[in-house]
């Protein structure tokens, strides 16, 4: 079984705070992703990265950064946490042996900014 | 490019009763759809994949969906609710070979099941 693993399920941090996110995946998957959801919007893509010290700006970086250092982690950075980055945060990954276009997902953190 | 409309915010049904949730896509290559279920305060779950193989697809806890490509949809059903299939449910297409292997989704329909 694929697992997924995400470092909290829930968080509380301040403003101005860095916040660091972390994501494991045990499937050896080239691909890893970063999400955010939020009510009615459905799933934003953060950041990917398709191998280790690669990465790729998804649809909404403003205000993240990521770190892939091995294949198998993949850790979001809020540099300064704001309250409009209150939201869910879903870790996924993917790779070529399990299937390459369907993803494998983390059971999320919530991370709460006052 | 790849979109992803889902019809519907909320459905509710009763239990028992037809389960029907509506997916349509576009996509500039022949697609990979998926169907992702979210139970509350978890990731989310494969449901079941189209990729080009049988039109009508079989997943997991009873849903089916079936690939039409004149009407570019890629509804998912199932015969009879249950309480337990109360959650959101997330649409997804990816373009394929020779395309992009990320998703794009929809913003997700809430299946309600009254008693």
């Known amino acids: 079984d694929v697992k997924v693993t995400q470092s909290s399920r829930y968080l509380v941090k301040r403003t101005g705070e860095k916040v660091f996110l972390e994501c494991v995946q045990d499937m050896d998957h080239e691909n890893m992703f970063w999400y955010r959801q939020d009510p009615g919007l459905g799933l934003r893509l953060i950041y990917f990265?398709?191998?280790?010290?690669?990465?790729e700006k998804g649809d909404i970086p403003e205000g993240y950064s990521v770190s892939r250092e091995k294949k198998e982690r993949f850790s979001l950075i809020l540099e300064s946490a704001s309250t409009n980055q209150t939201s869910m945060y879903l870790c996924?990954?993917?790779?070529?042996?399990?299937?390459?276009?369907?993803?494998?997902f983390g059971p999320g953190t919530r991370l709460t900014v006052t | 490019a790849q979109s992803v409309t889902q019809l519907g915010s909320h459905v509710s049904v009763s239990e028992g009763a037809l389960v029907l949730l509506r997916c349509n896509y576009s996509s500039s290559v022949p697609p990979y759809l998926f169907w992702y279920v979210q139970y509350p305060n978890q990731g989310l779950q494969l449901l079941l994949k189209y990729t080009s193989a049988a039109t009508l697809v079989k997943g997991i806890n009873g849903f089916e969906a079936e690939f039409k490509k004149s009407e570019t949809s890629f509804h998912l059903t199932k015969p009879s609710a249950h309480m337990s299939d109360a959650a959101e449910y997330f649409c997804?297409?990816?373009?394929?070979?020779?395309?992009?292997?990320?998703?794009?989704f929809g913003r997700g329909t809430s299946l309600i099941v009254h008693p």
């Open positions: 997804a297409v990816s373009e394929g070979t020779g395309g992009s292997y990320i998703p794009t």
């Open positions: 996924a990954s993917s790779g070529a042996l399990a299937g390459l276009y369907e993803q494998y």
């Open positions: 990265s398709y191998d280790v010290k690669m990465k």
